[in-house]
Antibody
Framework: QVHLVESGGGVVQPGRSLRLSCVTS????????IHWVRQAPGKGLEWVAL????????YYVDSVKGRFTISRDNSKNTLYLQMNSLRPDDTALYYC??????????????WGQGTLVTVSS | EIVLTQSPATLSLSPGERATLSCRAS??????VAWYQQKPGQAPRLLIF???NRATGIPARFSGSGSGTDFTLTISSLEPEDFAVYYC?????????FGPGTKVEIK
């Protein structure tokens, strides 16, 4: 059974950094692209970033470009999101979601349960 | 950037009734649309992909249709567990996006 478990969230001051992790199991991690998606409290879903199976393709939503970096370690079946220069509007539950294709150009299935990031002074 | 809009924002229905949810794209996305269900405190779950294909384990009462810019998710007869928020999603041009969601609530 496919599992994705996010961690690394917490309360952080504006301007500081945080690194999220997503540990996966139940599938061949190196065969699939994967995404980060966030959901601000009481709001809808916002795609944040994607990375292809081999890490060669990485794309970001405009609001995080230059601040966030997505990466993966296929030897550890783990996805990361390095978040720098955090802002209050980055406050959200961050989900990782497995793509159904290697290039991360498909659908998101399944999703982890999320890790909460709160940016506040 | 492709923007998705969903209507209505809230749908108030009774169990057993038919639900029709709409999603419109700001430009053609072919059939590259999926639908997800999210219940309170849970992660989203894939229901429909490529506009009209049910994901594994999704009951037949869920169906999707559409192409180009207009898409529909239909729940033929609402079960108590179907009251949730539904999001459409497009996967074009390396910049996926979601609609704002439709909440299906119990009338």
């Amino acid at each position: 059974q496919v599992h994705l478990v996010e961690s690394g969230g917490g309360v952080v001051q504006p301007g500081r950094s945080l690194r999220l992790s997503c540990v996966t199991s139940g599938f061949i991690f190196s065969d699939y692209g994967i995404h980060w998606v966030r959901q601000a409290p009481g709001k809808g879903l916002e795609w944040v970033a994607l990375i292809s199976n081999d890490g060669s393709d990485r794309y970001y939503v405009d609001s995080v470009k230059g601040r966030f970096t997505i990466s993966r370690d296929n030897s550890k079946n783990t996805l990361y999101l390095q978040m720098n220069s955090l802002r209050p509007d980055d406050t959200a539950l961050y989900y990782c979601a497995k793509d159904v294709t290697p290039r991360a150009t498909g659908w998101f299935d399944p999703w982890g349960q999320g890790t909460l990031v709160t940016v506040s002074s | 950037e492709i923007v998705l809009t969903q209507s209505p924002a809230t749908l108030s229905l009774s169990p057993g009734e038919r639900a029709t949810l709409s999603c419109r794209a700001s430009q053609s996305v072919s059939n590259y649309v999926a639908w997800y269900q999210q219940k309170p405190g849970q992660a989203p779950r894939l229901l429909i992909f490529d506009a009209s294909n049910r994901a594994t384990g999704i009951p037949a009462r869920f169906s999707g249709s559409g192409s180009g810019t207009d898409f529909t998710l239909t729940i033929s007869s609402l079960e108590p567990e179907d009251f949730a928020v539904y999001y459409c999603h497009q996967r074009s041009n390396w910049s996926p996006s979601f609609g704002p969601g439709t909440k299906v609530e119990i009338k």
